[in-house]
């Protein structure tokens, strides 16, 4: 079991000046957590370089950005992106003439899922086709992104992928009621685990979650060489979640979205990261708290925990800017609705004895129940109709408060080298938003 180790300062170590490089090893998404990390590298006047997953053809072959595709990207991020697909995950990659897993699951429907069986030799040889194929491509990168680093840089590597659902139509509907559907349409998280399509599932979000740091910090081993001799040097963190502490009941205390499949995967980073550090590798995985993002969305009820941020806002010095805060997100539900009305709502749902029973973290990942689903979800529908537009919510408002706090807590905590794992709680948040609006 992992330890929860929580930033409790404001690390403040600057080591980045003008020059250094910064290497997002992932795409930029306009809501995605990295965007606070940009932030500070922007401020620092760090060099900013990309990379691309790439795209699929009609084929589902990978293909590299197109012309248009590119200059938008790099429009963006505000920087070179080194155009080679570097799509990880092995869903549809296969030995030459061999069936991919996705085409060896085509056939599963609604009903036969849990029954459906893999020939685990032939997935291992996708898992080896498609590892291969990432790898390559990682050093293929690496080799450009290294001519773009000038010898004596501070080098920041930003992992931030995370993913690995396979297309795959019935698979789709699964995941749709396992996050979403609740009475009649609930689906239970560990009859997916046991059958055989979770565990290919499982493999794959390893894959594309936490193995790709490996394989980053692998294909980095030279840029890593060369810096150390010649005065510079380099760091990565990836964005891990293991639960986050919240206020409830007045007090700071751990709680999780469940049920969080991909949590085996983020513990397989949060080792990863620890094995590097043993070898004198600067890797930490920031645990950051839940917010909404393209790839959280599908989790409903996720964004629940965003809440009591507002109370540790003022419980953290808050002054004029956090009241504006409050008054942001009064200001968009809908009318006569206190928010108070709502914040009194959360912490119902927080004590109620089904949401607290999964606060256990030696447990977690737990499997969802049929009771959970029925809280959380019911929870967050209802608190999503009370506002006026249902495309403004106060969970995006705190979603942008969350990212820009732990922007400059991952970055100055990068530098500062604490340790390979460390959790961004509401405290620590709140203490740096306060800091960032004095
Ligand atoms: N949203 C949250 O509540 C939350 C909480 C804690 C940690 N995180 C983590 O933060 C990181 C960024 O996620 P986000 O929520 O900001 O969303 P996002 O959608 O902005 O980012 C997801 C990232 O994963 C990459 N990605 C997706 N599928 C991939 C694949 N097959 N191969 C390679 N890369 C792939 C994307 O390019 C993108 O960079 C992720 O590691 C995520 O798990 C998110």
Redesign the pocket.
Known sequence: MTELTSLRHIPTANPFRKGDVFV????????????GLIDEARKAGMTIVGIT?GRRDENNALRALNAEELAEAEEKLGGRIINVP????FDLDAPAGERNPTEMLSGITLKNWQEEQLDWAKVEACRAAGVRRFTDAAAEAMAEINKLIPDGSNVFFA??????IPKIKAFLAIANRIYKGRGERFMSSRALLDSDLGKLILMNFDE??AN?LQHLINASAGIRERMKNSGGSVRYT????HG?EILIDGKYQWQT?TNYT?GYA?MR?ESVAQAAWSQGIHATVF??????????DI?VG?ELSLFPLLVALKREGGGDWADQQWQICQGLLEDGLQLQTILDQIEAYNNDPTSASFRNFAAWPMDNTPALADIMIGTSEEITARHKDRKALITDHL?ALV?EGAGPLMFHGAAEQIGPVLWLNHDIIARQLNALHP
């Open positions: 997002l090893f992932g795409e930029l998404f306009g809501r995605g957590y990295v965007n997953v570097l799509m990880a995950g992992h931030t992928m995370a993913g690995g594309v979650t790709t990836a964005y891990g979640y986050s979205y991909q983020k980073l645990n950051c708290p839940e917010i909404r993002t393209n790839s959280s989790f996720v979603s990212l």
